[in-house]
């Protein structure tokens, strides 16, 4: 397959003008779209852990120790959360939204920026961290009313501060998290877990059946701030080069489709969406129905 190879300027360019044919972009994100807003990501630029691997779902599950070390980070780490707002990322792509230039956002992150920033059509591939389900009867709970009873149990918690770790965690170094007072599922009493995909947790099928088909619809996939490294996102790159749909990546670093999509930008998400933005404003329209997205241009 044929790969651009020019300078960053040229990339930047080749991207603007594949977009600007594009009638029905699809975007998928990851944690690049986040890091500006102060969330730290998982991966080095070659795609390696930075730090020790999330806790998994079969580790949550199994233990009530880890629960309850999973819940005392949480705390801390929910008060930083929530306290973060959407960066230019979010913003540069809620604008291409209302524009009429995105149709969908898939996201892989669980932090609800893109929804913050005013996107609308975004499908939370890994679900959200400001709720709260049930494991036994299902039940979903707003995050800040079950942290509010974990406070109230907890009051020592509120004192504690520590490093933002990904995705609302928090880095705690010899704290006995065996004291921390868990709650239950006030329907049920059942144990909580929050509302995101753990390492190990299948993705909803009805959540990768609404992503396969909003890719099914596409006529280019762009990936923005993604390593690609886990297969859960991975796998919609798969499904657009099979269908032979232009592919580009935007990101800092080694991507795990690196060899497989049409072009990629290696810079800061955020820089290259506002670049972006700037060409569209003398795009005009979006082009007509039946206009190509990009004569033999896919993986």
């Keep these: ?81 929530r306290a973060v707002l959407p960066g230019k990322s979010h913003h540069a792509l809620a604008r291409l939204e209302h524009a009429g230039r995105i149709e969908c956002v898939i996201t892989q992150n669980v932090d609800g920026l893109h929804q913050r920033a005013g996107s609308r059509e975004v499908i939370d591939l890994h679900g959200r961290i400001d709720a709260v389900q049930c494991l036994h009867c299902r039940g979903s709970f707003p995050r800040a009313q079950i942290q509010a009873r974990l406070d109230q149990l907890n009051p020592q918690w509120a004192r504690l501060d520590a490093i933002m770790a990904p995705d609302g965690d928090a880095v705690l170094e010899q704290i006995k998290c065996e004291e921390f007072q868990l709650v239950d599922c006030e329907q049920c009493r059942g144990p909580l877990k929050p509302a995101v995909v753990f390492f190990g947790e299948p993705v909803p099928a009805s959540t990768v059946a609404q992503a396969y088909a909003a890719v099914a619809g596409a006529d280019t996939l762009l990936v923005v701030g993604s390593s690609l490294m886990v297969y859960s996102g991975y796998r919609f790159v798969r499904a657009a080069c099979e269908r ?55 993986c």
Aim: with cysteine; aromatic share 8%.
């Design 244 to 298: 032979g749909l232009p592919v580009a990546l935007v990101n800092l670093g080694t991507t795990r489709a690196d060899a497989q999509v049409l072009l990629k930008v290696e810079a800061k998400c955020w820089d290259v969406l506002e670049q972006l933005e700037a060409s569209m404003a003398g795009w005009g329209q979006a082009p007509a129905q039946g206009s190509p997205a990009g004569e033999g241009s896919g």
């Design 1 to 81: 397959m044929a790969k651009w190879a020019m300078t960053a300027t040229l990339e930047l360019e080749a991207l603007a003008e594949l977009l600007q044919r594009s009638r029905h972009l699809v975007v998928l994100t990851g944690a690049g779209c986040s890091t500006e807003s102060g969330i730290p990501d998982y991966r080095d630029g070659q795609g390696a852990w930075k730090r020790k691997p999330p806790m998994s779902y079969q580790e949550f599950i199994g233990s009530l120790a880890a629960r309850q070390r999973y819940w005392a980070r949480g705390s801390i780490g929910w008060r930083q959360f």
